[in-house]
């Protein structure tokens, strides 16, 4: 896609790139003040003289561990709600499906759907401007013209429109 100074699909692209890199660096200000949140909590839960030194200290004598278990590792059977797995993991392939029936829908939608423009100018300057979006295959048109364009203008200051008059011009 090339750029031009005098195309809106232009600046709507350079818009949301700025949009997108405000976001993103929003989104690392607000995780670095929910760090900082959590961490400012985390110091109000403890104690009012945690980090003060001991007033006291306590020595306790060493005693020798017996070992009374012949196995090292002890595994306990730990109750498994198969149920509530399940439906977890159908929820996701559902979520799954969805999403790819959605990609492949939007995808079907789009692929025929060609752009018309009109090449204005003089000599060898000429501006490419946007006329229309038809959503068919461009096969399925028939464009005929007995004459060239009558006049164009500009009509409005903020929010300018091209005007092209061609009553010749026949879309079918």
Same mark, same amino acid.
């Given at each position: 896609?090339? +750029?031009?100074?005098?195309?809106?699909?232009?600046?709507?692209?350079?818009?949301? @790139?700025? +949009?997108? &890199?405000?976001?993103? @660096?929003?989104?690392? /200000?607000?995780? $670095?003040?929910?760090?900082?949140?959590?961490?400012?909590? =985390?110091?109000?839960? /403890?104690?009012?003289? *945690?980090? *003060? +030194?001991?007033?006291?200290?306590?020595? #306790?004598? &060493?005693?020798?561990?017996?070992?009374?278990?012949? #196995?090292? #590792?002890?595994?306990?059977?730990?109750?498994?709600?198969?149920?509530?797995?399940?439906?977890?993991?159908? /929820?996701?392939?559902?979520?799954?499906?969805?999403?790819?029936?959605?990609?492949?829908?939007?995808?079907?939608? $789009?692929?025929?759907?060609?752009?018309?423009? =009109?090449?204005?100018?003089?000599?060898?300057? &000429?501006?490419?401007?946007?006329? !229309?979006?038809? !959503? +068919?295959?461009?096969?399925?048109?028939?464009?005929?013209?007995?004459?060239?364009?009558?006049?164009?203008?500009?009509? @409005?200051?903020?929010?300018?429109?091209?005007?092209?008059?061609?009553? &010749?011009?026949?879309?079918?």
């Amino acid at each position: 896609m090339v +750029l031009s100074l005098f195309s809106w699909r232009s600046w709507i692209t350079i818009f949301l @790139g700025l +949009l997108a &890199s405000a976001s993103f @660096g929003f989104s690392l /200000l607000l995780n $670095h003040k929910l760090r900082v949140l959590t961490a400012t909590v =985390a110091t109000f839960t /403890l104690p009012s003289h *945690a980090h *003060a +030194l001991p007033t006291a200290l306590n020595y #306790f004598s &060493s005693t020798i561990l017996v070992d009374s278990f012949p #196995f090292v #590792f002890v595994f306990d059977k730990q109750h498994v709600n198969w149920t509530l797995n399940i439906l977890v993991i159908i /929820l996701l392939c559902i979520i799954a499906f969805v999403t790819i029936l959605k990609i492949c829908r939007c995808y079907k939608k $789009h692929c025929y759907k060609f752009h018309l423009y =009109a090449h204005i100018g003089c000599q060898n300057q &000429s501006v490419q401007i946007h006329v !229309k979006t038809f !959503k +068919l295959h461009p096969d399925y048109y028939e464009f005929k013209a007995a004459k060239y364009v009558d006049s164009l203008y500009v009509s @409005g200051y903020l929010l300018p429109h091209l005007i092209i008059i061609w009553p &010749s011009l026949r879309i079918s």
